[in-house]
């Protein structure tokens, strides 16, 4: 549990510091208040008969300050440990999201065992901040006071009454620390009816308010809620019914002998056998020990195992790393400064099966992509077409085979030039980044820096080489369609901001790509880019697709066939390897097994169709 302590010293000495202290002079408060106050109320009687004397005086004195100061630590230790607590709040979130994004492997946010790690100490790292506080502040205070209190009844009243007191205190707080644990295993143990009914809640509050709404769906949710909380929580109160018998007996015990002790000091001093002030000082020490809760215990346990997860998860170096990480590498940087040739790659008998999956996706792919020429990949839903861009982008090596770029395969690359590989791509996946900033850092993120080195800034910079980029990337409409232009937040929840269609959205993501290549990244993946296009910005983006591609080596994936059809040479992924390719032209003549040739005649024959019936409707 010391390590709750080392923890909380790391990120914030001065805090931890104070907190000790504050948590030893309040503990030294507890024993000394009891003390001075039967000191106090024994002078009483000859003060009020010969008049208060110094020593009278200075007792009251020294009481009302410890009373004071008392009171005064325990609003300091609660404004110190709002701060440290944020600390803690921030380190946790920062490292979870380290965790999760500045590892080239693709595996830790595919992996369910990860995600769940992670969801459970998203719902659970405020325990890390309970248990410090706990190991910092009032654990050491109560464990002090309760001590000190025990010593000074042992000394000014019984020994044996307070030992039997301190061994009633242990019991209790043992039974306490049981109970606690016990019902947090049940209450946060992200069982899976929580996991449904915190679906249930996301999609309800929000994350669905179209189709929630629309499908009429709100009731069910609510009720699915209800339900699956109901039957969540009914372990928890199985525990508590079943340990609230116990404990009323153990917490009655306790005031039981806490009452007795008291009465015994009565009736001592009824017999004359104990003096006021010893009655005074006694009385006052019964309480506290009887009231002294060691609960803290049970906090301290359960945030050592959260500190225990997050260690594991992301270790403290990684931690450094967020803190001070390096510059993040533009493309620009990792490529060199004189533009190199753009990477050959070859897939050389590729297999690969996703962790804890019972089958291949990939299976026998042989594939090259040479340098600076242009490909497209097609196949139907689940052909493994996303997954190829995945291995390409060395996110999941290949469980069989090998994937080289320029000879060098990509399974012997170390972590940071596997991030340096990365930062080469200019990626346009399905589901893209959409920051809740300015349009024009959402383009300029591309570069892999922050635009202009800061983002959101006041007044907003010059826009002319965004103003060109636009032009080449067809947004120049959309862009002078916003309010505030490139410094228009793309979010409807930020002051001046609005949101964008998903077409516009796909339009600026494109431009993002562009402005990565432009700063050297030359290998560029587009995985269905007009998946939300009109028919315009389609061939807007055909065409500057294949000026760039010139430049650089290039993938493309799309189901439509206009996207696919001037790209030189066009692959057909399906079982898990590459069953034909070519040219469109070549294709749709191959004598092969005509698989590219069946796709696209049946798209193709909606259009005619379609247009057929348009050309009806206009006649
Ligand atoms: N992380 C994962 N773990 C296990 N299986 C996965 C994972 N991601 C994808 N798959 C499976 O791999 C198969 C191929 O998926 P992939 O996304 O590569 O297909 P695709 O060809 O891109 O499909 P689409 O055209 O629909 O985008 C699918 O059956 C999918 O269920």
Redesign the pocket.
């Known amino acids: 549990m010391f390590r709750l302590a080392r923890y909380s010293f790391r990120l914030a000495p001065v805090g931890t510091v104070l907190s000790l202290l504050s948590a030893v002079v309040t503990a030294a408060l507890t024993v000394a208040i009891p003390l001075l106050l039967g000191q106090a109320i024994g002078g009483l009687p000859r003060a009020v008969a010969d008049g208060p004397g110094t020593r009278f005086v200075g007792v009251v004195v020294a009481l009302l300050v410890a009373m004071l100061l008392s009171n005064a630590l325990s609003q300091v230790g609660q404004a110190i440990w709002e701060a440290v607590g944020s600390t803690m709040e921030k380190d946790a979130a920062v490292r979870i999201g380290a965790a999760l994004s500045t590892d080239p492997d693709?595996q830790t946010i595919?992996d369910p065992d990860v995600a769940a790690r992670v969801e459970k100490l998203r719902t659970r790292s405020w325990e890390i901040q309970m248990g410090s506080r706990m190991m910092v502040s009032f654990a050491p205070q109560s464990i002090l006071s309760l001590l000190g209190s025990v010593v000074a009844l042992a000394i000014n009243f019984h020994w044996w009454v307070a030992l039997l007191m301190l061994a009633t205190a242990i019991g209790s707080a043992e039974r306490i620390r049981r109970t606690i644990v016990a019902q947090f295993d049940v209450w946060v143990g992200g069982t899976e009816p929580q996991k449904h009914a915190d679906y249930a809640f996301k999609q309800a509050m929000g994350a669905s308010a179209k189709e929630v709404r629309i499908f009429g769906l709100s009731r069910f949710l609510r009720q699915r809620y209800w339900d699956r909380t109901t039957e969540a929580f009914a372990p928890y109160w199985k525990v508590r019914s079943r340990q609230s018998v116990t404990n009323l007996g153990v917490f009655g015990g306790r005031v039981a002998v806490t009452a007795a002790a008291a009465g015994y000091a009565g009736w001592e001093a009824s017999q004359g056998r104990l003096g006021l002030t010893a009655l005074a000082t006694a009385l006052p020490l019964i309480l506290t020990v009887g009231d002294t809760d060691v609960w803290s215990i049970a906090q301290m346990q359960r945030g050592h195992l959260a500190l225990t997860w997050l260690e594991e998860l992301s270790p403290p170096d990684r931690a450094r790393l967020v803190v001070r990480e390096p510059e993040p590498s533009p493309a620009a940087v990792v490529a060199g400064t004189e533009r190199r040739r753009p990477p050959t790659i070859v897939f050389d008998d590729v297999g690969f099966r996703?962790?804890?999956?019972d089958r291949e996706?990939l299976s026998g792919l042989d594939l090259e992509l040479g340098a600076g020429t242009a490909t497209a990949l097609v196949?139907?839903?689940?052909?493994?077409?996303?997954?190829?861009?995945?291995l390409l982008a060395a996110g999941y090596l290949p469980t069989r085979g090998r994937i080289t770029v320029d000879g060098v395969d990509l399974a012997t690359l170390d972590r940071d030039e596997r991030i340096a590989w990365q930062r080469r791509m200019a990626p346009v996946t399905?589901d893209f980044i959409r920051l809740p900033l300015p349009a024009g850092d959402n383009v300029e993120l591309g570069t892999g820096l922050p635009w202009a080195g800061g983002i959101d800034l006041d007044p907003w910079p010059d826009t002319t080489d965004l103003d060109r980029l636009a032009a080449r990337a067809g947004i120049s409409d959309l862009v002078g369609r916003l309010s505030a232009g490139w410094a228009t937040p793309l979010d409807k929840t930020l002051p001046g901001g609005t949101d964008l269609s998903g077409g516009e959205w796909q339009r600026i993501g494109l431009a993002r790509a562009l402005r990565a290549v432009d700063q050297g990244a030359d290998l560029l993946v587009l995985?269905?880019p007009a998946a939300a296009l009109d028919v315009e910005s389609e061939s807007r983006l055909v065409d500057g697709y294949l000026e760039l591609a010139r430049h650089v080596t290039s993938l493309v994936?799309s189901?439509r066939f206009s996207v696919v059809r001037p790209v030189p040479r066009i692959c057909v992924?399906e079982h898990g390897r590459i069953v034909e390719q070519g040219s469109h032209e070549e294709l749709m003549q191959s004598d092969g097994p005509g698989r590219y040739r069946t796709m696209f005649t049946l798209q193709a024959s909606r259009y005619v169709e379609a247009a057929q019936d348009v050309a009806e409707v206009s006649r």
């Open positions: 693709l595919d996703y962790p804890h999956a996706i196949g139907v839903n689940g052909a493994g077409k996303s997954t190829l861009v995945k399905q995985d269905e994936i189901h992924l």
